[in-house]
C-alpha cells in the first residue's frame, strides 16, 4: 500500500510540471532584479519516508515521517569581500513511530553566517584564494570524513577559519573549526518542531590539512590530514576523541567507454573512550582503519550504463576487554553515497562494516537517471557492535553476516536546475547475525521514500 500510494503520488505530480521546461534555471536573484554583488538563493524539499519492520532495536516496529527542509541563502560582495548568510528550517511532521532526533528536526537555524575574502592570480596564473571564517559547511575530499548533508535532513555546521587554495589541477585546503551541536535535543521539544539557538561545542576543535594534485592520465592524487580534539563539558558528556586521521585517495573521474576507480585509506590513531557515558572515564588507545575501492565502466550506449564493483571496509573493536578501541569513527562525514539513504533508514555506518557490491547508474534521458546497489554486509569484528541497530553480541555465537541490501532509485528533472523528483527504496535481507543478536526484531525491513526539491 505504502508503494502504491507513493506511485500514486509520483504520477499525479508528473502531468503538472512536464510543460514547465525551461532554457535557464530559473532564479530569484535576477527574477527580483538585485544589484550586482548581490547572490540569492532559496531551496525547498519535502521528502516522504516510510519504514517497515524497524532494525533499531530503540525503536517501534515501523515508522513514518514528512521531513521538510527550507534553505535560505544571501550574500553581499564587494571586491574581494563578502558576507553571507545561510537559513536552515529542517521539520518533521506525520511522525508515527519516528525516532526524533537533532538529525530530523533543526528550526529556523543559522546555518552559515561568515565573512569571506577572495582574490585571484595570487601564487600562479588563474589560480583563486578563499578564506571564510564564521558559521561554516564542510565538504572535504571524498566526503567520507567532513561533508554538507545532501539527503540527511539537517546539515553539520562549524565555527571557524577556512583557506582554499586552488589552481588548475592542484589545491590545498586548511582548516581549524568548532563543531556546533544541534539544538534542541528533547523530544518533546523536537516533536513540536521548536526553536532553539545551536551552540558551539567548546570543548571541541576539529581541524586538518588537504592537498591535491593530477598525476597523469586523468588520475588525481589526494593527501590529508584531519584531527579531532574535545574534551567533556558540564552536562556534555563526550567520547573524550583526542585522534588523527591521515589518508590517502588515488582517483580517476568516470569517463565514457574508459575504466575509472578510487582507492582511499584512512589510519587512525590517538585516544578515546568506549562510550558517552559520563560514568565512562577509561582512555582507550584508538587504533583503527578504513579501505574503500571502487571500479567502475561506463559503456558508449544511449542510456549510458555504467557498472561498478565496489568494497568498503571500516574497522571494529575486535576485544572489547582491552584497552584498545579498534573501531572507525567517521567523524562528520556522509554516507549516503556509498552505504544507502540515510534518514529513517541509515542501516549501514562507516563503522565496523565489511561490504563487498555492485552499483550501477543508467541515464535513459537527460533529464532521467536511475540507481542502484547491492551489497553483502558483514560486522569487521564479531562481538563488536551493529552500530546503526544497536545491537551487539559480545560473545561473537551470532557471526557476522548482517545480512544482504539492495537499494535503488530514479530521479527526474522535470525543470533542470529548479525541479526534480526522486523516488527509491532499499531493502535489508537479514543475515545470522540480524536475525540471532540479542534484541533483534523479526522481519526484513523495508524502506520506501518519494521527494520533491525545488531550487530558484
Same mark, same amino acid.
Given at each position: 500500500?505504502?508503494?502504491?500510494?507513493?506511485?500514486?503520488?509520483?504520477?499525479?505530480?508528473? @502531468?503538472?510540471?512536464?510543460?514547465?521546461?525551461?532554457?535557464?534555471?530559473?532564479?530569484?536573484?535576477?527574477?527580483?532584479?538585485? @544589484?550586482? =554583488?548581490?547572490?540569492?538563493?532559496?531551496?525547498?524539499?519535502?521528502?516522504?519516508?516510510?519504514?517497515?519492520?524497524?532494525?533499531?532495536?530503540?525503536?517501534?516496529?515501523?515508522?513514518?515521517?514528512?521531513?521538510? %527542509?527550507?534553505?535560505?541563502?544571501?550574500?553581499?560582495?564587494?571586491?574581494?569581500?563578502?558576507?553571507?548568510?545561510?537559513?536552515?528550517?529542517?521539520?518533521?511532521?506525520?511522525?508515527? =513511530?519516528?525516532?526524533?532526533?537533532?538529525?530530523?528536526?533543526?528550526?529556523?537555524?543559522?546555518? +552559515?553566517?561568515?565573512?569571506?575574502? %577572495?582574490?585571484?592570480?595570487?601564487?600562479?596564473?588563474?589560480?583563486?584564494?578563499?578564506?571564510?571564517?564564521?558559521?561554516?559547511?564542510?565538504?572535504?575530499?571524498?566526503?567520507?570524513?567532513?561533508?554538507?548533508?545532501?539527503?540527511?535532513?539537517?546539515?553539520?555546521?562549524?565555527?571557524?577559519?577556512?583557506?582554499?587554495?586552488?589552481?588548475?589541477?592542484?589545491?590545498?585546503?586548511?582548516?581549524?573549526?568548532?563543531?556546533?551541536?544541534?539544538?534542541?535535543?528533547?523530544?518533546?521539544?523536537?516533536?513540536?518542531?521548536?526553536?532553539?539557538?545551536?551552540?558551539?561545542?567548546?570543548?571541541?576543535?576539529?581541524?586538518?590539512?588537504?592537498?591535491?594534485?593530477?598525476? =597523469?592520465?586523468?588520475?588525481?592524487?589526494?593527501?590529508?590530514?584531519?584531527?579531532?580534539?574535545?574534551?567533556?563539558?558540564?552536562?556534555?558528556?563526550?567520547?573524550?576523541?583526542?585522534?588523527?586521521?591521515?589518508?590517502?585517495?588515488?582517483?580517476?573521474?568516470?569517463?565514457?567507454?574508459?575504466?575509472?576507480?578510487?582507492?582511499?585509506?584512512?589510519?587512525?590513531?590517538?585516544?578515546? %573512550?568506549?562510550?558517552?557515558?559520563?560514568?565512562?572515564?577509561?582512555?582507550?588507545?584508538?587504533?583503527?582503519?578504513?579501505?574503500?575501492?571502487?571500479? =567502475?565502466?561506463?559503456?558508449?550506449?544511449?542510456? +549510458?550504463?555504467?557498472?561498478?564493483?565496489?568494497?568498503?571496509?571500516?574497522?571494529?573493536?575486535?576485544?572489547?576487554?582491552?584497552?584498545?578501541?579498534?573501531?572507525?569513527?567517521?567523524?562528520?562525514?556522509? +554516507?549516503?553515497?556509498?552505504?544507502?539513504?540515510?534518514?529513517?533508514?541509515?542501516?549501514?555506518?562507516?563503522?565496523?562494516?565489511?561490504?563487498?557490491?555492485?552499483?550501477?547508474?543508467?541515464?535513459?534521458?537527460?533529464?532521467?537517471?536511475?540507481?542502484?546497489?547491492?551489497?553483502?554486509?558483514?560486522?569487521?569484528?564479531?562481538?563488536?557492535?551493529?552500530?546503526?541497530?544497536?545491537?551487539?553480541?559480545?560473545?561473537?555465537?551470532?557471526?557476522?553476516?548482517?545480512?544482504?541490501?539492495?537499494?535503488?532509485?530514479?530521479?527526474?528533472?522535470?525543470?533542470?536546475?529548479?525541479?526534480?523528483?526522486?523516488?527509491?527504496?532499499?531493502?535489508?535481507? %537479514?543475515?545470522?547475525?540480524?536475525?540471532?543478536?540479542?534484541?533483534?526484531?523479526?522481519?526484513?525491513?523495508?524502506?520506501?521514500?518519494?521527494?520533491?526539491?525545488?531550487?530558484?
Amino acid at each position: 500500500m505504502v508503494v502504491g500510494a507513493l506511485l500514486g503520488t509520483w504520477l499525479a505530480l508528473a @502531468p503538472c510540471h512536464g510543460g514547465l521546461a525551461a532554457e535557464e534555471p530559473l532564479r530569484i536573484g535576477p527574477a527580483l532584479g538585485v @544589484p550586482p =554583488g548581490v547572490r540569492l538563493g532559496l531551496e525547498q524539499r519535502s521528502r516522504f519516508e516510510h519504514l517497515e519492520n524497524e532494525f533499531h532495536a530503540s525503536a517501534g516496529p515501523n515508522a513514518t515521517a514528512l521531513v521538510l %527542509r527550507t534553505l535560505v541563502f544571501a550574500e553581499f560582495s564587494a571586491g574581494p569581500w563578502a558576507l553571507g548568510l545561510e537559513l536552515q528550517d529542517a521539520r518533521a511532521f506525520a511522525r508515527e =513511530g519516528t525516532p526524533l532526533s537533532p538529525t530530523l528536526v533543526n528550526a529556523a537555524e543559522p546555518l +552559515r553566517a561568515y565573512l569571506a575574502y %577572495r582574490t585571484h592570480d595570487v601564487w600562479a596564473a588563474h589560480d583563486t584564494l578563499a578564506v571564510s571564517a564564521g558559521r561554516l559547511t564542510l565538504d572535504l575530499g571524498s566526503r567520507r570524513l567532513a561533508a554538507r548533508n545532501a539527503y540527511r535532513n539537517t546539515i553539520n555546521g562549524f565555527t571557524g577559519l577556512h583557506v582554499d587554495w586552488r589552481a588548475a589541477t592542484q589545491q590545498v585546503t586548511c582548516f581549524a573549526v568548532l563543531p556546533v551541536e544541534r539544538s534542541p535535543t528533547g523530544l518533546d521539544a523536537l516533536a513540536n518542531n521548536a526553536f532553539a539557538l545551536d551552540r558551539e561545542a567548546t570543548g571541541a576543535l576539529f581541524w586538518g590539512a588537504l592537498a591535491s594534485s593530477a598525476v =597523469g592520465a586523468g588520475i588525481a592524487l589526494e593527501l590529508y590530514v584531519f584531527a579531532l580534539h574535545e574534551a567533556d563539558r558540564a552536562g556534555q558528556p563526550s567520547q573524550n576523541r583526542r585522534v588523527f586521521t591521515p589518508g590517502v585517495r588515488l582517483f580517476r573521474q568516470p569517463i565514457a567507454g574508459a575504466f575509472d576507480f578510487q582507492l582511499e585509506l584512512m589510519l587512525q590513531r590517538g585516544r578515546s %573512550r568506549a562510550s558517552l557515558t559520563g560514568s565512562d572515564v577509561t582512555d582507550l588507545r584508538h587504533e583503527a582503519s578504513f579501505v574503500h575501492a571502487a571500479f =567502475g565502466y561506463e559503456a558508449r550506449l544511449a542510456p +549510458r550504463p555504467r557498472l561498478i564493483l565496489v568494497y568498503d571496509r571500516a574497522s571494529g573493536d575486535g576485544d572489547p576487554s582491552d584497552r584498545v578501541n579498534g573501531r572507525f569513527d567517521t567523524l562528520f562525514g556522509a +554516507r549516503r553515497f556509498d552505504l544507502g539513504p540515510t534518514s529513517l533508514w541509515g542501516a549501514l555506518a562507516r563503522s565496523n562494516l565489511e561490504s563487498p557490491g555492485l552499483a550501477f547508474n543508467l541515464t535513459p534521458h537527460e533529464r532521467l537517471d536511475a540507481f542502484g546497489t547491492f551489497r553483502l554486509a558483514y560486522l569487521a569484528s564479531a562481538r563488536d557492535a551493529w552500530g546503526p541497530a544497536g545491537l551487539r553480541d559480545p560473545t561473537g555465537a551470532a557471526g557476522r553476516f548482517i545480512g544482504q541490501q539492495f537499494e535503488a532509485g530514479i530521479r527526474w528533472q522535470v525543470v533542470p536546475g529548479n525541479l526534480s523528483l526522486e523516488l527509491g527504496a532499499a531493502i535489508l535481507w %537479514r543475515g545470522r547475525f540480524a536475525k540471532t543478536a540479542p534484541g533483534t526484531r523479526p522481519g526484513d525491513p523495508l524502506y520506501v521514500y518519494s521527494q520533491v526539491t525545488g531550487t530558484i
